[in-house]
């Protein structure tokens, strides 16, 4: 079993939509917990942290629940800019070892 | 945001040479660096970790023979592809790892592409 897992969509979506994805993790020692965002051939960039509070940035939300062990990332307003792959990743830590692991990522696509 | 370079952005070669790709942070000092290979449609893997001035973690089967790295100094660490074959074609990205209560963070670089043929 994978320690992130992730829906790889595609998501196809219209310009304005509103979109959820969602994330598990397996882990215990998962420590932190980031979406993060990479476009076709390019590297993965932080789009935001995830706090079990709950936090906004923009049109994104992002939730964690520790007990079920989830992740989600909300867009509102979808922009055709927003079309990427987003990646689900954890921050593990055990054993002296602390090392992010990535989802397989999931995929959307915001349609005119 | 802190930047992190890589070198080459892409690279072509024949079967059984080795190549080098190197990961410099322009604007800080990273003591640690990870190298990933990302192969299509597929999820980053962490290879191996490096710290400045001491060997490299490398992850389970991950031969360490192969992927020689090296980070002698808080801004540059390498990675030689050594005896390269067609299944080593890949996307290599580094991040970096800055000091202090930061420390959670990594900034990617942009990536080399390999192609071995």
């Known amino acids: 079993r994978k320690e992130v897992e992730q829906d790889p969509g595609p998501f196809n979506v219209p310009e304005g939509a509103t979109v959820a994805f969602n994330c598990t993790y397996s882990?215990?020692?998962?420590?932190?917990f980031f979406w993060y965002r990479q476009d076709c051939r390019k590297e993965p960039k932080l789009l935001m942290s995830?706090?079990?509070s709950g936090n906004e940035d923009g049109r994104f939300t992002a939730q964690l629940n520790r007990a079920s062990q989830y992740i989600s990332l909300l867009i509102r307003d979808s922009k055709l800019s927003d079309s990427a792959t987003y990646l689900c990743v954890v921050l593990i830590r055990d054993t002296g070892r602390r090392a992010l692991t990535f989802g397989s990522g999931t995929r959307l696509q915001v349609q005119p | 945001g802190a930047v992190v370079s890589q070198h080459p952005s892409w690279v072509i070669c024949k079967s059984g040479t080795s190549v080098k790709i190197e990961c410099r942070s322009l604007?800080?000092?990273?003591?640690?660096m990870f190298w990933y290979r990302q192969f299509p449609k597929q999820s980053l893997m962490l290879m191996a970790t490096?710290?400045?001035?001491?060997?490299?973690?490398?992850e389970q089967g991950v031969e360490k023979d192969k992927f020689l790295i090296n980070h002698a100094s808080l801004t540059l660490s390498t990675l030689t592809v050594t005896s390269a074959h067609p299944e080593d074609s890949s996307f290599y990205i580094c991040s970096a790892q800055q000091p202090g209560p930061a420390t959670r963070v990594q900034y990617f670089g942009p990536g080399t592409r390999l192609t071995v043929t």
């Open positions: 882990n215990s020692a998962s420590q932190s």
């Open positions: 490096s710290n400045e001035g001491s060997k490299a973690t490398y």
């Open positions: 604007d800080f000092q990273a003591t640690t």
């Open positions: 995830v706090y079990s």
